[in-house]
């Protein structure tokens, strides 16, 4: 098994890269990017909720996997899917930013989420 993006820490160290965000102190904090991965997992189980059906949780729990602090936890996800979560994670954190550049980027982080996610870029205006 893959041990890329694994855990909750290896998602907000690659998003850091990505987001060229890599010396203290850092512009995105652990704390806002766990809630991007947050919300970011609550919007994939919106999108493909049979995702989220069978996986490793402990018995009794049920929902989204929702993270509490950059700990190094296991985020629970089908390989070909770690991809797309990773670039939720990142359309969030940088939707949250005040500068008009990063609106652009933060809309392609979502098209590369939801396109792995469904199979699909979404409908583009006819000309």
Do not use: W
Request: charged residues 20%; proline residues 3%.
């Amino acid at each position: 098994m893959s041990t890329a993006l694994a855990t909750i820490t290896d998602y907000i160290n690659d998003g850091r890269t990505i987001l060229q965000d890599t010396i203290a102190p850092y512009r995105y904090t652990d704390d806002t990017l766990v809630t991007a991965m947050n919300v970011a997992l609550l919007e994939g189980r919106r999108l493909r909720p049979d995702l989220f059906v069978y996986n490793k949780r402990p018995l009794g729990q049920h929902g989204v996997q929702s993270f509490q602090a950059n700990d190094g936890t296991e985020l629970i996800m089908e390989e070909p899917f770690r991809l797309a979560f990773l670039h939720g994670m990142l359309a969030h954190a940088l939707e949250r930013d005040q500068e008009d550049i990063q609106d652009e980027r933060a809309s392609i982080f979502m098209q590369f989420f939801n396109t792995i996610l469904t199979g699909s870029a979404g409908l583009k205006a006819s000309g």
